[in-house]
């Protein structure tokens, strides 16, 4: 009797636990989704229609914070958010047509990053991470300059120069700043139990 007793505290205790860290999760993710959303709305114009913004500083980070499940979450929940109209992309834009316009790519692209930097930040080579994130953006701009030439109708090389190349180099210093950044939030709050 006493062991079947022991047996289901032990069992409510697991599901308290359980429903703490998720609880947890829920609050990370949602917070990173919302950081996504405010520091896109920092945007320089640009006459090509990418503007500049700090959308990859935002995704990179909160690959590097929340590593790469719970990134790639907040990042999917940031896209979804957008998706359905609200205005959280660059220029306080947002609806499906976002997604399918000619910046959309590097949206789509903004999933891999998360996925990459989260893979890098749990890596014990802090250069071999960053290389990671590196090439998280590389495939991240990948999508972003197929789906700008699909789109304005253009050629592989005349999309890359307009919507890739001006923006590499403030994207890989953003990736670094990521990182930077990022593994020291991320261990504070490990420290802390909240991740």
Same mark, same amino acid.
């Given at each position: 009797?006493?062991?079947?007793?022991?047996?289901?505290?032990?069992?409510?205790?697991? *599901?308290?636990?359980?429903?703490?860290?998720?609880?947890?999760? /829920?609050? @990370?993710?949602?917070?990173?989704?919302?950081? $996504?959303? #405010?520091? *896109?709305? %920092?945007? %320089?114009?640009?006459?090509?229609?990418?503007? +500049?913004?700090?959308?990859?500083?935002?995704?990179? &980070?909160?690959?590097? /914070? $929340?590593?790469?499940? $719970?990134?790639?979450?907040?990042?999917?929940?940031?896209? &979804?958010?957008?998706?359905?109209?609200?205005?959280?992309?660059?220029?306080?834009?947002?609806?499906?047509?976002? &997604?399918?316009?000619?910046?959309?790519?590097?949206?789509?692209?903004?999933?891999?990053?998360?996925?990459? @930097?989260?893979?890098?930040?749990?890596?014990?080579?802090?250069?071999?991470? #960053?290389?990671?994130?590196?090439?998280?953006?590389?495939? @991240?701009? &990948?999508?972003?300059?197929?789906?700008?030439?699909?789109v304005m109708k253009?050629?592989f090389m005349e *999309?890359?120069?307009?919507?890739?190349?001006?923006?590499?180099?403030?994207?890989?210093?953003?990736?670094?700043?990521?990182?930077? #950044?990022?593994?020291? +939030?991320?261990?504070?709050?490990?420290?802390?139990?909240?991740?």
């Amino acid at each position: 009797m006493k062991q079947l007793i022991k047996s289901e505290t032990h069992e409510k205790t697991l *599901s308290q636990n359980e429903s703490k860290i998720s609880t947890k999760e /829920v609050v @990370c993710v949602g917070m990173f989704a919302a950081v $996504l959303a #405010v520091l *896109s709305q %920092i945007s %320089i114009p640009m006459p090509s229609g990418v503007p +500049i913004t700090l959308q990859t500083f935002a995704i990179a &980070l909160t690959g590097v /914070v $929340l590593a790469w499940k $719970l990134g790639v979450t907040s990042t999917l929940v940031y896209i &979804l958010i957008g998706a359905v109209g609200v205005p959280v992309f660059s220029e306080f834009s947002g609806g499906l047509h976002v &997604l399918v316009n000619y910046t959309g790519g590097f949206i789509w692209g903004f999933i891999v990053l998360a996925l990459l @930097c989260g893979i890098g930040i749990t890596l014990k080579s802090k250069p071999l991470g #960053v290389l990671l994130g590196f090439v998280g953006l590389a495939v @991240c701009h &990948l999508f972003g300059v197929l789906q700008f030439m699909v789109v304005m109708k253009m050629s592989f090389m005349e *999309s890359f120069l307009l919507a890739s190349a001006p923006y590499l180099i403030k994207d890989a210093i953003s990736v670094i700043l990521a990182f930077a #950044v990022g593994s020291q +939030i991320r261990s504070r709050l490990l420290r802390a139990g909240l991740i």
